[in-house]
């Protein structure tokens, strides 16, 4: 076994040394002796003494990265799903049990003080859970790294339910959470919008300034992640937006709304994650989010590599400035920028220097999230970072015209500015000497389709980098019986190596152990039972088959599919209760976004469907549905380890990779899905015969669609489809269902009814497996032996040997 990871007594020394750092923060934060603290004076104390212990590293871990002239990756994302830090960090510095044994002296369960953290909901789904993975790995992984994002007051909403329809609440999640962030208000950085640009020449020397900005300030906070052992310690910087204080001129002069106004706008912009953008407002507001975050972040790393070198000549050999997805875009102009106006590059070696620095990372096909700005609000909001852009068009338009012989429409639709919308995605692609995708199918899918011309002249940019998990929090923290089983039978070298996992594949053809692998599952299902009886009211059977679907509500995820299933087997039940059917629990979480309203009606329509199935005390015994409100990090670590069955049933040729799907697969889940996504390398390395796959592939999909899909072609021949919708116009729990009834049967975009029957049969087989327990148990075991490329040290292994050529530390 590796030193780090074994089960070894606390000694001494260790808890002495916790014990004391524990008193003395619990007396100079809070005034309090041990014998007089509350459960949250212990939660924040301790926090305190972690980040004290985590920063101490990161400036040890920092000198060393200097002495080394070690390659730093600055990772700049919107969302960083951060989830619970206490759990995570105890964990990766081998303080766990440590803990424990301090806190027992004073009669406190760590298991207690873990319940008073708040979720740092810091993102809305995969993109963010990834990025938070992601340091896990780079510090584990010893790669020096900065992740860039923003401080929300306000993180993704709590989802509240009421008669099925989803409510937002804000989340604050600050006043449990500070703890964690160290604020740095020296390195703060002042953001300009609005205004207008002067240029003049001083012989050779070109002068800009920004004349009648808004100024708003960012003020940094640090939140650390320790990797594995402690051995590195990733850093990351949020970002508050502030006022440079009260116009007092104003104030004094009785305009005292106007200066208090002056103050709001420029908070508002870390207020919320995400406002909507379906109006000019809340365009303006999330372009003036992006630019605050670009122009700080690039700013924060300018200025620490000018410390550091003295010259941003050899920045493309020093940095690695990684944009993860579209939202932060605006680096690359503003790195131009501060290139041209600061410092006095010329255009050339300025764009040299910025083309070999940035790398990008998309994550979608989808059209809406390649995002665009109207150009008269982008040259309002930002009109010096405009004019950049528009000189980037110009000359990147040239460069394309000569290398494609003059092929105009190939170049127009390759531009960065066109028809009054400005593109961020096509920025990218222009300035990034990488592009990649998450999955292998995901980067063909960008080379053939979304990227299509760029690929045709700049074919060296394109590669791949599949996604990968925390396995250390996913697995290790969130099912730790798994996690015993694993390390008895192949020791515990697979907590820093989940490739080591595949030494549990003979286990699979062992009786004693799938036994034994399926008693875990039945202990993690009946901890999750005992959650949804709390919190829904209902009473699982934990020896129901558990089916489960957790991800944003999205149509091209096809929630929709999978309730159309189950509101066709309800019927069929209703018609006929002596259906022979293997016993099952449906388990759905997920939050919509707040103005997408068919997916919140596809949420109220599952939610009253459940309500509809426990009024029949005899279908409940066979078919049960469960909505497990406000979905986020710590409820999916709980319900990971219970699935049976991962629904990974998007359109095939429409998820980008996921991450939940890997999640499921390696606490022992069977994904039932579509080739889409990383489900197509999940079958590559447990194979087809170990997962229940259905649907059309890409290529259908395509010729389907070129055909002309008509989804009433569906509705009329097949009758099951029929009688569901049919139910859903005419309702049911005291309402229609028309809007998703008229979706399905009249445009169906993401060709559920096409799919449908094919669905329908993987769901029969699963059942009838699911009956023959020692083969599901082989099944399932096999699964959590083949998750370990799915690991996120994998993926960051291959970041750093093929986009950001970056060494670990040694």
């Keep these: 076994m590796a030193a780090s990871t074994k089960k070894m007594h606390t000694s001494a020394s260790e808890k002495d040394t916790l014990r004391d750092e524990l008193c003395a923060k619990l007396m100079t934060a809070f005034s309090v002796t041990p014998e007089q603290a509350t459960n949250e004076h212990f939660y924040q104390a301790l926090a305190l003494v972690l980040r004290d212990r985590m920063r101490a590293s990161r400036i040890q871990y920092v000198s060393k990265t200097h002495k080394q002239q070690s390659k730093q990756v600055y990772y700049l994302c919107m969302e960083f799903l951060m989830g619970r830090s ?216 300018v200025q620490r590599h000018l410390e550091q ?176 089983f694993i390390s008895k039978n192949i020791g515990d070298g697979f907590v820093l190596d989940a490739a080591e996992l595949e030494k549990l594949k003979p286990l699979a053809e062992d009786a004693a152990a799938r036994a034994e692998f399926m008693t875990i599952k039945q202990h993690n299902k009946e901890r999750l039972a005992k959650y949804i009886k709390q919190n829904n009211g209902i009473t699982v059977d934990p020896n129901s088959l558990f089916d489960v679907q957790v991800k944003r509500l999205h149509e091209y995820k096809r929630q929709h599919l999978n309730a159309l299933n189950i509101l066709d087997t309800y019927l069929s039940l209703k018609e006929d209760p002596t259906l022979d059917i293997t016993p099952r629990t449906y388990i759905f979480g997920a939050k919509s976004a707040p103005g997408y309203f068919l997916a919140k009606e596809i949420i109220r329509f599952i939610c009253k469907l459940s309500e509809e199935i426990e009024r029949d005390p005899v279908i409940r015994e066979k078919l049960r549905v469960v909505y497990l409100e406000d979905y986020r990090v710590t409820l999916a670590e709980l319900l990971m380890p219970a699935a049976d069955i991962s629904e990974q049933i998007s359109l095939a040729g429409t998820e980008a990779s996921g991450t939940g799907n890997m999640k499921l697969m390696m606490n022992g889940a069977i994904t039932l899905g579509t080739l889409d996504g990383a489900n197509v390398e999940i079958c590559q390395q447990v194979g087809a015969e170990n997962m229940f796959l259905f649907g059309m592939n890409e290529q259908e999909v395509t010729a389907r669609k070129q055909m002309g899909y008509r989804p009433q072609d569906f509705y009329q021949a097949d009758p099951r489809i029929r009688r569901a919708i049919d139910t859903m116009y005419k309702g049911f729990g005291g309402r229609t269902y028309a809007e998703i009834a008229g979706s399905l049967a009249g445009r169906d975009p993401y060709m559920v009814l096409a799919d449908f029957a094919s669905y329908q049969q993987a769901q029969r087989l699963s059942g009838e497996v699911y009956r023959d327990r020692e083969e599901w148990a082989r099944r399932a075991l096999l699964n959590t032996a083949c998750s370990g490329k799915f690991a996120s040290d994998r993926s960051i292994r291959d970041y750093a040997e093929t986009i950001w050529n970056a060494r670990p530390l040694k």
């Excluded at 012989?203 to 590195?232: C, N, W």
């Excluded at 990968?468 to 015993?484: K, M, Y």
Aim: aromatic share 8%; glycine share 8%; charged share 20%.
């Design 86 to 301: 206490l759990k995570n960090t105890l964990f990766n510095l081998n303080l766990t049990d440590t803990a424990k044994s301090v806190l027992s002296e004073y009669k406190v369960k760590l298991d207690s003080l873990y319940e008073l953290e708040p979720d740092a909901g810091l993102g809305n789904g995969g993109l963010g859970r990834l990025a938070a993975c992601f340091l896990d790995g780079l510090a584990t992984s010893s790669i020096p790294a900065i992740g860039y994002s923003l401080l929300y007051e306000c993180g993704i909403f709590r989802q509240k339910l009421v008669d099925g329809w989803q409510t937002e609440l804000p989340d604050f999640w600050l006043p449990g959470g500070q703890c964690w962030l160290l604020p740095r208000p020296e390195l703060a950085k002042e953001v300009l919008f609005d205004g207008e640009v002067h240029e003049w020449w001083d012989g050779s020397y070109h002068h800009v300034e920004h004349a009648g900005a808004t100024r708003v300030i960012a003020q940094p906070f640090d939140l650390m992640v320790a990797g594995k052992d402690g051995k590195g310690v990733s850093t990351l910087r949020l970002w508050k937006a502030t006022a440079p204080g009260m116009d007092m001129s104003l104030f004094n002069q009785g305009e005292y709304m106007r200066a208090v106004e002056q103050k709001a706008m420029a908070e508002i912009i870390t207020q919320v994650l995400y406002p909507a953008d379906n109006h000019r407002e809340g365009k303006s507001l999330r372009l003036s989010q992006q630019y605050f975050l670009a122009s700080a972040s690039v700013q924060d790393i």
């Design 309 to 484: 070198f003295g010259t941003l000549d050899n920045l493309p050999e020093m940095a690695a400035i990684h944009i993860n997805d579209t939202h932060p875009t605006l680096a690359i102009p503003e790195l131009m920028r501060l290139l041209l106006d600061e410092c006095g590059y010329t255009w050339e070696k300025a764009w040299d220097i910025v083309t070999r620095t940035v790398a990008y990372t998309n994550h979608t096909v989808m059209a809406e999230a390649l995002e665009c700005w109207p150009e008269d609000l982008f040259r309002q909001r930002l009109p010096r970072i405009h004019q950049i852009v528009c000189e980037i068009n110009n000359r990147f338009g040239a460069e394309m015209m000569a290398a494609t012989g003059g092929d105009v429409e190939k170049v127009s639709r390759m531009a960065i500015i066109s028809y009054g919308v400005v593109r961020m995605a096509n920025l990218c692609v222009a300035a990034s000497h990488a592009v990649n995708g998450v999955a292998q199918i995901h980067s063909e899918i960008l080379k053939e389709t979304v990227f299509r011309d760029a690929y045709s002249v700049m074919p060296e940019k394109f590669r791949n980098v599949t996604n990968g998990i925390a396995h250390r929090r996913w697995l290790c923290q969130a099912n730790p019986e798994l996690t015993a």
